[in-house]
């Protein structure tokens, strides 16, 4: 890949590493619902989206390291 195809990718991990954490807590606050059995399953699902957001700031970053490199 080219450095300016890196850097395009690195910039798309990084706004999804932040989206993922602005998902994560819409998730858990609007599906939550009235019943005990939907504020858990709400919980869980917004735990599970924010837990994308480290993995596409490692890519972020790494596909960063990778277009300096290749520059």
Not at 1 to 17: A, D, P, T, W, Y
Not at 40 to 58: D, M, S
């Amino acid at each position: 890949m080219k450095s300016k195809q890196l850097k395009n990718l690195s910039n798309v991990c990084f706004v999804l590493g932040f989206a993922s954490i602005l998902g994560s807590i819409a998730i858990w606050f609007l599906t939550g619902g009235s019943a005990e059995e939907s504020q858990a399953h709400a919980e869980r699902f917004g735990i599970f989206v924010g837990l994308w957001a480290p993995t596409f700031l490692i890519l972020s970053n790494r596909f960063d390291r990778y277009a300096d490199r290749a520059s």
